[in-house]
Nanobody, 123 residues
């Protein structure tokens, strides 16, 4: 499966963005999927995941209550709705997928990655 992330851009603090991850080459209905981000000078970190069955998980503290992960299997697309954005959310956001991920917040569980989309939040 190939993944393409989009929807990033420049937004003011307090604003919203919706990221999309369009899959091709295979239907995503059987895949567990996730969003990660990497800020300048920092390691890539887990944001949220959604199982093929719909079960969701979110990173503690940093995004819970502000970000919502969802998927539309008919459109072969996963989304990340981001509200109340903060300058600390500035990063390149990556989508990822794999079949039957064991630990959804572990980067090495995912074999398929999108190219990333840049989100910049100004104060």
């Amino acid at each position: 499966v190939q993944l393409q992330a989009s929807g990033g851009g420049l937004v003011q603090a307090g604003g919203s963005l919706r990221l999309s991850c369009l899959a091709s080459g295979s239907t995503i209905s059987s895949y567990d999927m996730g969003w990660f981000r990497q800020a300048p000078g920092k390691e890539r970190e887990f944001i949220a995941s959604i199982r093929w069955s719909g079960g969701r998980a979110y990173a503690e503290d940093s995004v819970r209550g502000r970000f919502t992960i969802s998927r539309d299997n008919a459109k072969n697309t996963m989304y990340l709705q981001m509200n109340s954005l903060e300058p600390e959310d500035t990063a390149v956001y990556y989508c990822a997928a794999d079949l039957r991920v064991g630990v959804p917040w572990a980067i090495n569980e995912y074999d398929y990655w999108g190219q990333g989309t840049l989100v910049t939040v100004s104060s």
